[in-house]
């Protein structure tokens, strides 16, 4: 059922249960800078996530595996300056709260303190129950990540779609509604069949956001660097690019060089 889209001065974990109760689906995008998280904010994006892929993207590591508590706190912390609508949500990088919960508890604190963010997201289902409830008995809201989970790579050997042999199914299944009776506030779901996706998503009463997923679910997530075509060598069948920056900024760049190289910048007009 859809009715009449709700003005939301600031979006909460709860505002986004309740878009889903009214089918109003949900935007979220990733920012790990003030100025571009100042920007997708104005636009009006419901969640932002300081997503561990700025371990990829910021820093060019193969995998999200790398990035550090601290580096995580300053991306956060950058964004967080920058919002005034949308909910922000951390990632907790590898190895800050797969260990034990007590650590996870203090990975989460630590992240909640030093940035401001709202929420964080931890991957995996019930492997981290016990991490996941601790998080969550301190106040923290919790965001849920399954299906293909970056952390694990080296577990699947590969970033191809998950959950399509009936048992992986069936775990992704239980391991979201044992999230979501543990009381997370929403669900990411990565590189699954559209149909299983669908099916999880009716299945729960938390929203769940899709990358990969189809349009059978409460939401889209995109890494803001792929949709704007920053990153020319990820082509995932998922990714739609809203714009080539990568050949924009190749341009401008080049016309500043010559520009410079011509002396024809800076120009009477551009000195004192
Ligand atoms: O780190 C990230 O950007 C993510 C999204 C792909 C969901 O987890």
Do not use: W
Request: with cysteine.
């Amino acid at each position: 059922m859809s009715t009449a889209k709700k003005e939301y001065k600031r979006i909460t974990t709860n505002s986004l249960v309740e878009m889903k109760g009214n089918g109003h689906k949900i935007a979220m995008l990733t920012a790990y800078d003030y100025t571009m998280a100042k920007i997708i904010d104005r636009a009006g994006i419901d969640v932002i996530l300081v997503g561990d892929s700025a371990s990829n993207v910021m820093a060019g590591h193969e995998t999200t595996l790398p990035i550090t508590l601290d580096e995580m706190i300053y991306h956060a912390s950058a964004v967080i300056r920058a919002v005034e609508r949308s909910l922000v949500v951390v990632d907790l990088p590898f190895g800050s709260y797969q260990g034990n919960s007590k650590s996870a508890l203090e990975s989460a604190i630590k992240i909640m303190k030093c940035s401001g963010g709202h929420a964080v997201k931890l991957e995996g289902g019930s492997e981290i129950r016990e991490s996941v409830s601790r998080i969550l008995t301190a106040g923290i809201p919790v965001m849920g990540h399954l299906g293909l989970t970056p952390q694990s790579i080296y577990k699947f050997g590969t970033y191809t779609v998950r959950a399509k042999e009936i048992e992986e199914a069936a775990k992704l299944k239980e391991d979201a509604l044992l999230l979501e009776s543990l009381g997370c506030f929403a669900i990411v779901l990565e590189k699954v069949p559209a149909k299983l996706a669908k099916e999880v998503a009716e299945s729960l009463r938390i929203p769940v956001i899709g990358i990969g997923a189809g349009n059978g679910v409460d939401g889209q997530v995109l890494v803001t660097h792929d949709m704007l075509g920053m990153t020319h060598e990820f082509n995932p069948r998922f990714l739609r690019r809203y714009v080539d920056l990568f050949s924009e900024m190749t341009t401008a760049f080049k016309r500043y060089i010559a520009d410079v190289k011509s002396l024809d910048f800076p120009n009477e007009k551009e000195q004192y």
